[in-house]
């Protein structure tokens, strides 16, 4: 696909800055821009403790309802650490 944008002022700046910085050209800072982006756009549908779901219920609690309840016991748990209220 071919691309043709105005780019003015902090953005222009933002692009020398990168492709100097760089090394690379244009398209290619470009390209590197769009990749990131859609990386955090797509990483934006994943619930927010997906990375803590490998250690959930590895060790035992005591307790029974630790996979069922893992998301309102880490905010009630890290709303006592900061003194606060979960919800």
């Known amino acids: 696909m071919r691309v043709n944008a105005r780019?003015?002022?902090?953005?222009?700046?933002q692009i020398e800055?990168?492709?100097?910085?760089?090394?690379?050209?244009?398209?290619?800072?470009l390209r590197a821009s769009v990749a990131h982006y859609y990386a955090h756009v797509r990483g934006a549908?994943?619930?927010?403790l997906?990375?803590?779901r490998a250690?959930?219920?590895k060790h035992g609690s005591g307790r029974s309802d630790v996979s069922a309840n893992a998301k309102e016991l880490f905010g009630t748990g890290l709303a006592a650490k900061r003194g606060g209220t979960s919800r």
């Open 55 to 57: 250690a959930i219920g």
């Open 45 to 48: 549908d994943k619930p927010r």
């Open 7 to 13: 780019l003015d002022g902090e953005y222009q700046q």
């Open 17 to 29: 800055y990168l492709t100097h910085s760089t090394g690379m050209g244009v398209s290619d800072v």
């Open 50 to 52: 997906a990375h803590l």
